[in-house]
């Protein structure tokens, strides 16, 4: 009762927002469109107005998605729970990630029983593999990985003999920050293990950088070759995220304009049927005023910042150029905050994006962060693709 409570005053305190005065925000240049840094720090691994469209624009027909949920299992318990109450909302649940050690060998994950417990949902477990080490992605580990032979092999040895021995039913192949000149390596790489792991009987997908052209530079974005993995793997996940981000100036985390580029770039090389746009399940609380250097946003669950507003006090806006809710309030020491999250407003037009683009899907970094209207609402909007037929 306290939550339905609780979500109706946000809902009432939302409504000045939509129609009162609306916070601007600005569209950053292309090199500016997406997170500088890396996205590792939120790993927990240890060690003008927006285009509203038109009913003829969006696809009114109820239609089947892939939906795939990343899951970081760093305790058993909360994992299973997890996949207990979302799991029968998605086609896979991505276990992220087992890493890439520098001799091809992987180090695991404790998932056995979240493993099983996926399974049960219905959905199908997925394997993430990574180059993240210490902390960081290693641009030294991919080199490695596609340019010692030996290393490929043991490698991708790992990859069947631990999809099999655990029972996952799919590979993400999560290569990040990969130096720009190991472009073509990477692509190299993909065509080796791409086909062997599909003739072993799984599906293959590849986690993209947001680029808004095929000439995007830069260590997390040069070396992501679009055209090429839409030819190579079963699908691409986007990773249509982190704007706003934790090091960086407070704005909406996945905002639409920007989110709209990158599709425009991916549906031009990529067919739209192999594409599944990433959405976070997170927002962040800045404290203001905001310095380059100075402290960092923390991750914010939507459910927490919904009732953090509501606890506050705070008139919650709606940024409709950017299309996500926003708002102020002050902490008991008096400082100053500024919290973006992710609302059914938002999320909704995030679904928008993908009728209207008619996209194969959506992915969300990162479960357990509570938000169960995004999940009735992902229900209301489509069907979701289960077991045989997420292939």
């Not at 305190?13 to 997406?34: F, H, M, N, S, Y």
């Not at 997170?35 to 003008?48: E, G, K, L, V």
């Not at 960081?136 to 099999?164: C, E, G, W, Y």
């Not at 003739?199 to 974005?221: C, D, F, I, R």
Request: charged share 20%; proline share 7%; hydrophobic share 40%.
């Amino acid at each position: 009762m306290k939550r339905a409570i609780s979500a109706l005053l946000v809902m009432l305190l939302i409504l000045p927002g939509c129609a009162g005065t609306v916070r601007k925000q600005a569209v950053p240049d292309a090199k500016e469109q997406t997170n500088p840094q890396s996205r590792a720090y939120q790993i927990n691994t240890p060690n003008q107005k927006g285009n509203e469209m038109s009913p003829l624009q969006t696809e009114s027909k109820k239609r089947s998605v892939t939906s795939v949920g990343f899951l970081e299992p760093i305790e058993s318990g909360p994992a299973v729970k997890e996949v207990k109450n979302v799991g029968d909302h998605l086609s896979y649940v991505a276990f992220f990630s087992y890493r890439v050690k520098p001799s091809g060998d992987l180090i695991g994950l404790n998932d056995a029983k979240a493993i099983q417990a996926t399974k049960r949902s219905g959905s199908v477990p997925m394997m993430v593999v990574t180059n993240f080490m210490e902390g960081n992605f290693s641009p030294a580990i991919a080199h490695r990985v596609f340019t010692d032979k030996a290393v490929s092999r043991r490698l991708i040895q790992s990859v069947l003999t631990t999809m099999k021995a655990k029972g996952f039913g799919a590979l993400n192949i999560d290569f990040e920050h990969i130096r720009a000149a190991d472009r073509e390596l990477y692509n190299g790489f993909l065509e080796t293990i791409i086909p062997l792991v599909r003739n072993a009987g799984y599906p293959v997908s590849t986690a993209l950088a947001p680029k808004t052209s095929g000439e995007q530079a830069g260590p997390w974005h040069g070396a992501h070759d679009y055209k090429r993995h839409g030819e190579l793997a079963d699908f691409v996940v986007l990773m249509t995220y982190e704007w706003g981000w934790s090091g960086g100036p407070p704005m909406a985390v996945a905002p639409i304009p920007q989110v709209r580029q990158v599709l425009d770039y991916a549906v031009s090389v990529i067919p739209r049927h192999k594409i599944v746009m990433g959405a976070p399940l997170y927002g962040y609380d800045w404290t203001l005023p905001y310095r380059k250097g100075g402290p960092w946003a923390k991750r914010i669950a939507p459910e927490e910042a919904a009732d953090l507003a509501v606890k506050e006090g705070a008139s919650v806006q709606y940024d409709n150029a950017a299309q996500a809710p926003h708002f102020n309030y002050t902490d008991p020491k008096g400082k100053q905050h500024e919290v973006w999250f992710e609302n059914e407003q938002s999320m909704q037009a995030k679904f928008n994006l993908i009728k209207q683009y008619k996209l194969r899907g959506v992915a969300y970094w990162v479960l357990g962060e509570p938000f169960p209207q995004n999940w009735s609402l992902l229900r209301d909007n489509f069907y979701i693709r289960k077991a045989s037929a997420v292939k």
